[in-house]
């Protein structure tokens, strides 16, 4: 009991909350949802942590002081991730997840990437100066009336 008092006082810190539910409470808020596959995980009470934040490497931590608490799964921007996938995305990172974005492009497009994404603008682009140096140029059989 003392456990779980100190587990909720570190979550409310992070800005998390620590709900219990029943199996009856948790069989009519996931029958016709997305999540509904995971409803044979909930034959009994069950726990649940809420945030408004996505903060995993801090649920990690707190998790880590409380044994007695066991980590399922978890739900982040609306998948359903087991415990691995959950942690990891905690631990990436804004950067790490650029320099893989960038090597996947590298790697998909080869070294004329850039000329590949930027050809049909080039091209607009020169045609439409093309169009306006051709109207903006009087025509020389066109004498220019005064009005």
Same mark, same amino acid.
């Given at each position: 009991?003392?456990?779980? &008092?100190? &587990?909720?006082?570190?979550? $409310?810190?992070?800005?998390?909350?620590?709900?219990?539910?029943?199996?009856?409470?948790?069989?009519?808020?996931?029958?016709?949802?997305?999540?509904?596959?995971?409803?044979?995980?909930?034959?009994? /009470?069950?726990?649940?942590?809420? /945030?408004?934040?996505?903060? #995993?490497?801090?649920?990690?931590?707190? /998790?880590?002081?409380?044994?007695?608490?066991?980590?399922?799964?978890?739900?982040?921007? @609306?998948?359903?991730?087991?415990?691995?996938?959950?942690?990891?995305? @905690? $631990?990436?990172?804004? +950067? +790490?997840?650029?320099?893989?974005?960038? !090597?996947?492009?590298?790697?998909? @497009?080869?070294?004329?990437?850039?000329?590949?994404?930027?050809?049909? !603008?080039? +091209?607009? #682009?020169?045609?439409?100066?093309?169009?306006?140096?051709?109207?903006?140029?009087?025509? $020389?059989?066109?004498?220019? #009336?005064? #009005?």
């Amino acid at each position: 009991m003392d456990d779980m &008092f100190e &587990f909720k006082v570190l979550l $409310k810190k992070a800005n998390m909350y620590l709900k219990r539910y029943s199996s009856k409470i948790m069989k009519l808020a996931l029958e016709d949802s997305p999540y509904a596959a995971s409803l044979p995980l909930y034959s009994s /009470s069950f726990t649940l942590v809420f /945030s408004p934040d996505m903060n #995993v490497a801090a649920f990690e931590k707190i /998790s880590k002081k409380c044994p007695s608490v066991v980590l399922l799964a978890g739900i982040l921007e @609306g998948r359903l991730l087991n415990k691995e996938n959950f942690l990891r995305y @905690g $631990k990436s990172d804004l +950067t +790490t997840s650029r320099m893989h974005l960038v !090597q996947v492009l590298q790697n998909a @497009g080869g070294n004329n990437l850039n000329q590949q994404l930027t050809q049909h !603008q080039s +091209t607009l #682009v020169a045609r439409l100066k093309q169009i306006s140096i051709n109207e903006a140029a009087p025509d $020389k059989n066109e004498k220019s #009336v005064p #009005v």
